[in-house]
């Protein structure tokens, strides 16, 4: 049976709403999770027929459905530190993708919610934490007094991490040590990402409501936060 034929009826809806905007397409893969990769305004979503379930299905569609706000946040941040040497060994592909990504859930979960669907299964191990104790306590910011690049960026990660999670895990421990660690980049991030809360992608405009502008404060605030730092 095709996979479009076992969707429930409101991924059913979703997905033919979406097909009035977007092509989307399906394809089978040998994966344990679902994805969707776009473009030239093609969706495709891979699925593993073998594991697959509605909700992860609903999931990747409400990424598309994301698609038609335009909003470029992770690309954008990635493209542009690309020319600076500091900030480019911080902001790799996978770190800007991963932003993206945790941007794009805090904004589709109410709509999850709303078609019916269950905490859990937002995500793979939905209830789970996000990041652990642990790795933030093995975390070392600095070697001989210079910023290790890949640390700085898991630094970035796991904070986004807690803060993007759908479920209310405590997450009050990790905070404090995550802040005490590096209070400035600590405000950096958690104003970037109250700041994402509370952006309306509905009504985007380059003056009062720019996703350029608000990823572009975020990279000032990185610029100035690195200028006289040594990295490895
Ligand atoms: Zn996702």
Same mark, same amino acid.
Not at 165 to 171: F, K, L, M, W
Not at 204 to 210: E, K, L, Q, T
């Given at each position: 049976m095709d996979i479009e034929d076992k969707l429930d009826k409101n991924t059913t809806e979703l997905l033919s709403e979406l097909r009035k905007e977007f092509e989307i397409v399906f394809q089978k893969k040998d994966i344990n999770y679902c994805e969707v990769y776009t473009q030239n305004g093609k969706s495709t979503i891979f699925y593993n027929p073998n594991i697959v379930n509605n909700e992860s299905i609903a999931h990747e569609l409400l990424h598309i459905w994301l698609n038609k706000y335009n909003y470029i946040i992770g690309n954008h941040i990635y493209l542009s530190f690309q020319s600076d040497w500091k900030l480019s060994k911080i902001f790799n592909k996978f770190l800007c993708d991963y932003i993206g990504n945790c941007f794009d859930h805090y904004k589709m979960y109410p709509k999850y919610l709303e078609m019916g669907y269950s905490p859990e299964k937002?995500?793979? !191990?939905?209830? *789970?934490?996000?990041?652990s104790i642990d790795d933030i306590k093995k975390l070392?910011?600095?070697f001989l007094s210079k910023y290790k690049p890949d640390s700085v960026n898991r630094y970035i990660g796991y904070l986004i991490s807690i803060y993007a %999670?759908?479920? %209310? !895990?405590?997450?009050i421990e990790h905070l404090k040590l995550l802040q005490k660690k590096e209070p400035e980049l600590f405000r950096i991030v958690t104003d970037f990402w109250n700041r994402w809360t509370e952006f309306d992608i509905e009504n985007? *405009?380059?003056?009062? !409501?720019?996703d350029i502008e608000l990823a572009g404060s975020f990279m000032t605030e990185m610029e100035d936060w690195i200028e006289q730092k040594k990295i490895k």
């Open positions: 937002f995500i793979m !191990n939905g209830l *789970d934490e996000k990041c070392h910011l600095k %999670d759908h479920i %209310d !895990n405590s997450y985007i *405009d380059a003056i009062h !409501n720019s």
